[in-house]
């Protein structure tokens, strides 16, 4: 409770000296020159702020969701359109909160929770309308790709490929939540949510990570001819699994590359392949999330 505090500033934050504040004092609060309000909660402003949009960028938590459930809730029940990039909200409650976005008649938006600046929820839900998605089948977790790759290519083991993900900061100290396939199931959930209109919760799916893949298992893939990839399937079940795939299959990509493919009824098989993740290209989907917003109250 300590450290609750924030900046409100009516014309606007200025982002370089919210930043040299933060490097300052490590708070908003800075030299104490600027409208610092001690104590203030981040639902303290999203209620009392006068505002028309909230973003929500906390780091993603499963167990509960928080703190960004209760930022998101609080945000959508005072009326505010919300743009999410954090995941955990809505692998817990995802069904529940569309809800009370159309119960208060407002816009939620999440484009930069499933790969990060590649278009892949719109893509589905607008521009393949027309077309019933009979399955989605993906790679959307650039840490464990990129381990295999590495375990594949040079033939090191797990914990010295995990090592140089941690080292180019691909993975996080605590790597459990991508190598033990939770990134991808809650990308998968709110992808399937989302486009089919499923109304999972992570705790639906079956998940197993990569921690068993030796590499000995990838290089008797190998010898088929085939790759081990973590993969996220909707269609028949929702799982999460490393699988083998041949190596001409249009979901083998390497290194931190997310790819995610739609198999459609009309259309025929449709791949998307992106980077998943990174601070630029998610911030390009909160600004996309935020035009479209603007251009759906404008008219
Ligand atoms: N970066 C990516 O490539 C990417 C891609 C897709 C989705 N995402 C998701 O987007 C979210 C943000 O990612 P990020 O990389 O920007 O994470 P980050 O660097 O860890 O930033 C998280 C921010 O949330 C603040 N915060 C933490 N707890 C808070 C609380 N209780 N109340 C208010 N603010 C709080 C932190 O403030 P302090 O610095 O003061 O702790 C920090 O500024 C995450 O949920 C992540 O999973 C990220």
Same mark, same amino acid.
């Given at each position: 409770?300590?450290?609750?505090? &924030?900046? =409100?500033v009516? !014309?606007? @934050?200025?982002?370089?000296?919210?930043?040299?504040? /933060?490097?300052?004092?490590?708070?908003?609060?800075?030299?104490?020159s600027?409208?610092?309000h !001690?104590?203030?909660?981040?639902?303290?402003?999203?209620?009392?702020?006068?505002?028309?949009?909230?973003?929500?960028?906390?780091?993603?938590?499963?167990?509960?969701?928080?703190?960004?459930?209760s *930022?998101? /809730?609080?945000?959508?029940?005072?009326?505010?359109?919300?743009?999410?990039?954090?995941k955990?909200?809505? &692998?817990?409650? =995802?069904? &529940?909160?569309?809800?009370?976005? *159309?119960?208060?008649?407002?816009v939620?938006?999440?484009?930069?929770?499933?790969?990060?600046g590649?278009p892949?929820?719109?893509?589905? /839900?607008?521009?393949?309308?027309?077309?019933? $998605?009979?399955?989605?089948?993906? $790679?959307?977790n650039g840490?464990?790709?990129?381990?295999?790759? /590495?375990?594949g290519?040079?033939?090191?083991?797990?914990? !010295?490929?995990?090592?140089?993900?941690?080292?180019?900061?691909?993975?996080?100290?605590?790597?459990?939540y991508?190598?033990?396939?939770?990134?991808?199931?809650?990308?998968?959930? @709110?992808?399937?949510?989302?486009?089919?209109?499923?109304?999972?919760?992570i705790?639906?799916l079956?998940?197993?990570?990569?921690?068993?893949?030796?590499?000995?298992? @990838?290089?008797?893939?190998?010898?088929?001819?085939?790759?081990?990839?973590?993969?996220?399937?909707?269609?028949?079940g929702?799982?999460?699994?490393?699988?083998?795939?041949?190596?001409? *299959?249009?979901?083998?990509?390497?290194?931190?590359?997310?790819? @995610?493919?739609?198999?459609t009824?009309?259309?025929?098989?449709?791949?998307?392949?992106?980077?998943?993740a990174?601070?630029?290209?998610?911030?390009?989907?909160?600004?996309?999330?935020?035009? !479209?917003?603007?251009?759906t109250?404008?008219r």
């Amino acid at each position: 409770m300590d450290n609750l505090g &924030a900046v =409100m500033v009516p !014309e606007g @934050i200025d982002i370089q000296r919210l930043l040299e504040s /933060k490097r300052l004092s490590g708070t908003l609060r800075g030299d104490g020159s600027w409208e610092y309000h !001690e104590g203030m909660s981040a639902i303290d402003v999203i209620n009392e702020v006068e505002c028309e949009v909230v973003i929500e960028t906390t780091p993603t938590e499963l167990k509960r969701g928080e703190p960004g459930l209760s *930022h998101v /809730k609080a945000a959508l029940t005072a009326g505010r359109h919300v743009i999410c990039t954090n995941k955990g909200p809505l &692998a817990i409650a =995802m069904p &529940a909160l569309m809800e009370l976005a *159309h119960h208060n008649d407002v816009v939620f938006k999440f484009s930069g929770t499933v790969g990060g600046g590649t278009p892949v929820l719109d893509f589905a /839900k607008k521009c393949l309308e027309g077309s019933r $998605i009979k399955s989605i089948c993906a $790679i959307l977790n650039g840490t464990s790709n990129y381990i295999l790759s /590495k375990m594949g290519s040079e033939g090191k083991p797990m914990k !010295e490929a995990l090592a140089e993900a941690q080292k180019l900061g691909y993975a996080e100290a605590d790597p459990t939540y991508d190598i033990g396939g939770f990134d991808t199931a809650c990308k998968l959930v @709110i992808t399937s949510n989302y486009v089919l209109g499923t109304s999972l919760s992570i705790k639906d799916l079956a998940i197993t990570g990569i921690a068993g893949v030796t590499p000995e298992d @990838i290089k008797k893939a190998a010898s088929k001819g085939n790759v081990i990839k973590l993969i996220g399937r909707v269609g028949g079940g929702a799982k999460v699994s490393p699988e083998e795939i041949p190596v001409t *299959h249009p979901l083998n990509v390497s290194g931190t590359f997310n790819a @995610i493919l739609f198999e459609t009824d009309s259309a025929g098989d449709i791949t998307l392949v992106g980077k998943g993740a990174g601070g630029r290209e998610t911030a390009s989907s909160v600004l996309r999330d935020l035009i !479209e917003i603007r251009r759906t109250f404008a008219r």
